[in-house]
């Protein structure tokens, strides 16, 4: 008698004790990361986050989610402070004025519609 060619599922596999990632639909993502499902949508189109592609549809697994944090993650900026040295505000720079250019005026008139140049209504046979 031949073996089927699929073995049953009571048959353990050696793929069994290999526990398969949870893959999170986008609207759970977005929940995750307090933004719109649109966005985690947009973002894995344009290839901007890490996502799989099941069919037309994409999923996120735990370690895309901990990438996309680390991605757009700010960390404060380092700045080397001597003691007792009180760091002066910084100012942004004066935006330079430009030479105003005289312009002689010149008066437009708006051309006629086509419409109102050709005869409205027809001469009547």
């Known amino acids: 008698m031949r073996l089927p ?13 290999v526990a398969l990632p949870r893959l999170y639909v ?6 995750v990361l307090g933004c719109s499902a ?7 189109r ?4 890490p996502f799989t592609r099941v069919g037309r549809a994409y ?4 370690e895309h989610l901990a990438e996309i944090i680390r991605m757009h ?9 001597r003691p007792g040295v009180i760091a002066a505000p910084t100012r942004k720079p004066r935006a330079r004025r430009q030479a105003e250019r005289v312009v002689s005026t010149v ?6 519609p086509r419409r109102m140049t050709k005869s409205q ?5």
Do not use: C, M, N
């Open 5 to 17: 060619a699929i073995p049953p599922a009571s048959v353990p596999t050696p793929y069994a004790e």
């Open 26 to 31: 986008p609207e759970e993502v977005a929940a």
């Open 38 to 44: 649109w966005w985690v949508k947009d973002r894995a």
């Open 46 to 49: 344009r290839r901007l986050i």
């Open 59 to 62: 999923r996120f697994s735990d």
């Open 73 to 81: 993650e700010e960390r404060p900026a380092r700045t080397p402070q």
């Open 107 to 112: 008066r437009l008139k708006a051309r006629p």
């Open 121 to 125: 209504f027809g001469t009547a046979a």
